[in-house]
């Protein structure tokens, strides 16, 4: 199984900073890769996929980078609706896998 | 707009079964690939199973194989997980989600607000 690990896994930083939010595959996935960010209490939302592809409607200042084991989220300017749990998720094999998360904050 | 509506949840003793259903709208059901996902209390997302578009093809979780079985009845616009000899460790919200693409592509770009699953005695 394809092991995915997030670091870090919280964050706090200041409205406006960049931040970003690195995952890590056990072996080389190519760019199978997809990220979710899941608000508090609500359900996982499609951001990026096929490592760096913006899903329709996420805004800009989001965009994701890496391939084959390294990955990384980007947001380039935390705005207060960016709280929440971000995830990675394989999709190069079986069993998909997602990566631990990694939460947000605002400072 | 799509829609996903999952049912069938609730509390449930060690060993014993429970299934899921999952009522889809808003798409042509039988041209996609479906799944489900669980998030147990406070912690992670883990995907559990998928079946492809026509019910060919199938795939498990190590944690659920050879206790859960999934299915659809793409007449109904229906995903169902039949869930036996179910574990404390299988409390969870259990989420139908739908497949990105024509087919199958492995990531979901649509969810179901869940249901929940609690195992205990």
């Known amino acids: 199984d394809i092991q995915m690990t997030q670091s870090p896994s919280s964050l706090s930083a200041s409205v406006g900073d960049r931040v970003t939010i690195t995952c890590r595959a056990s072996q080389g996935i190519s760019n199978y890769l997809a990220w979710y960010q899941q608000k508090p209490g609500k359900i996982p939302k499609l951001l990026i996929y096929?490592?760096?592809t913006l899903q329709s409607g996420v805004p800009s200042r989001f965009s994701g980078g890496g391939s084959g084991t390294d990955f990384t989220l980007t947001i380039s300017s935390l705005q207060p609706e960016d709280v929440a749990t971000y995830y990675c998720?394989?999709?190069?094999?079986?069993?998909?896998?997602f990566g631990g998360g990694t939460k947000v904050e605002i400072k | 707009e799509v829609q996903l509506v999952e049912s069938g949840g609730g509390l449930v003793q060690p060993g014993r079964s429970l299934r899921l259903s999952c009522a889809a709208s808003?798409?042509?059901?039988?041209?996609?690939?479906m799944h489900w996902v669980r998030q147990a209390p406070g912690k992670g997302l883990e995907w559990i199973s998928s079946i492809s578009w026509k019910s060919g093809s199938t795939g498990y979780a190590d944690s659920v194989k050879g206790r859960f079985t999934i299915s659809r009845d793409n007449a109904k616009n229906s995903l169902y997980l039949q869930m036996n000899s179910l574990r404390t460790e299988d409390t969870a919200l259990y989420y139908c989600a739908k497949d990105v693409s024509f087919g199958s592509a492995w990531y979901f770009d649509s969810w179901g607000q869940g249901t929940l699953v609690t195992v205990s005695s």
């Open positions: 096929a490592a760096s």
């Open positions: 998720q394989q999709y190069d094999s079986a069993p998909l896998t």
């Open positions: 808003g798409f042509t059901f039988d041209d996609y690939a």
